[in-house]
């Protein structure tokens, strides 16, 4: 204990008056004692890295299905590259780098096989049932649906790591909030387990965590569609910051290869975006300072944001990989595929639960109820890419094995 409360004196010498601190964390649902040699917000992260969706996440797909190629992005490796973001932002604005990384790493950990085609397959099969957001579905992992440790379901993390998963995309409601009802096991949680303040944005290691994410998988998606021929470093020209960026390292250094010429152009990206968040996160800290990681929830905005002119540079980047790679044509098919896949699972699945593996069927209700549906959503969403496309072979195809 004492080498603990060496490494929290430490920590408090460097950490920001804003971060979250540790020490007081407001704890874990179900109370356990503390680790002689990790903070509360380690041990978080570790509980993440640990848990078998973390490790689903290697097959799951960011843009690309598995079986297109070794070198796409993940949602595993999507995740790494948001955590490593996330901790160098919070190290130089004095934040709790371990929280950050916490967010980070969980936040996608509830995303269904085939990236959002699955997800849109997934919502629109749950229609009738109360539709499927993958955000719910990790808060529905981390406090519930792994089931490894003797005590409890789920993680028991610390409600300062929930929150910044609840919060990823900001307030659930009141001002901020997106127009659209609190998922159904949130708002329980909240209202019957601890209050998770809905109204309000999270902890600013929360915050660095969602503007991480989205860094990175902008600039992965240019390198990811680059490689793939989606679209090439010309037609880039035109994209606010990112064609300047690009046309700066081909005047430097002329004749570059492809390939380094595409990860050094990205590299840069990533520094400008990351130093712009320093910046304006730094001019609105000095706006309205606030004393405590209390006092920044309740500021109504966040102090963790791109400035004007890089929010702008963001939305047309965003609205040229949206054209050029999510619409591809080549995309398009994999994904009509991938929606097939997962609407005939989940098809078969609820009309004829005898279907799953033993020890789901024993949870399920009658055929085509909503906690049958509920269930066969939590058991497609746990599949990786490999093992929908196998499972979808052996139920379909009458001469495969069973």
């Not at 843009?63 to 070794?70: C, I, P, Q, R």
């Not at 190290?91 to 936040?107: Q, W």
């Not at 109504?300 to 791109?306: E, L, Y």
Request: neutral net charge.
């Amino acid at each position: 204990m004492a080498l603990l409360q060496h490494y929290v004196s430490l920590m408090n010498t460097t950490l920001a008056s804003f971060a979250c601190r540790p020490e007081e964390s407001r704890g874990r649902l179900v109370p356990e004692p503390e680790s002689p040699t990790r903070s509360v917000f380690q041990r978080d992260r570790d509980r993440v890295i640990h848990s078998v969706a973390f490790r689903r996440l290697k097959h799951k797909t960011q843009v690309f299905v598995f079986h297109e190629g070794d070198h796409y992005r993940t949602r595993l490796t999507h995740s790494l590259e948001v955590s490593q973001i996330a901790r160098s932002i919070a190290r130089n604005l004095g934040l709790d780098e371990d929280l950050a990384e916490a967010v980070a790493l969980a936040h996608d950990l509830g995303h269904p096989p085939f990236g959002h085609a699955g997800e849109e397959a997934l919502n629109e099969a749950m229609r009738g049932f109360g539709g499927f957001d993958h955000n719910e579905q990790t808060f529905r992992v981390l406090t519930s649906l792994e089931r490894r440790y003797a005590a409890f379901d789920g993680l028991n993390l610390t409600w300062e790591c929930l929150e910044g998963v609840v919060k990823h995309n900001g307030p659930l409601l009141g001002p901020g909030a997106k127009d659209r009802p609190v998922p159904k096991s949130i708002a329980d949680y909240s209202a019957k387990a601890r209050d998770l303040e809905l109204g309000t944005w999270a902890g600013a290691e929360a915050q660095v965590a969602a503007l991480a994410d989205d860094i990175a998988y902008n600039n992965h998606d240019i390198d990811d569609g680059l490689r793939a021929g989606l679209f090439s470093v010309e037609e880039l020209a035109g994209v606010r910051l990112v064609g300047s960026v690009f046309a700066e390292v081909g005047r430097k250094h002329p004749g570059l290869e492809i390939g380094r010429l595409i990860h050094e152009s990205i590299r840069r990206l990533i520094d400008l975006m990351v130093n712009d968040v320093f910046a304006e996160a730094g001019r609105r800290l000095t706006e309205s300072p606030p004393e405590s990681a209390a006092a920044l929830r309740r500021l109504g905005r966040p102090v963790i944001a791109f400035s004007p002119g890089m929010r702008e540079a963001d939305t047309s980047l965003r609205a040229f990989l949206f054209e050029r790679m999510y619409r591809h044509h080549r995309v398009n098919r994999m994904t009509a595929k991938a929606r097939h896949v997962v609407r005939e699972l989940f098809e078969l699945y609820v009309g004829q639960p005898d279907c799953l593996p033993g020890e789901w069927r024993a949870q399920c209700d009658r055929p085509n109820s909503t906690a049958t549906a509920r269930l066969v959503a939590d058991y497609i969403a746990g599949m990786t890419d490999r093992f929908a496309l196998d499972e979808h072979r052996r139920l379909f195809d009458p001469y495969a094995r069973s």
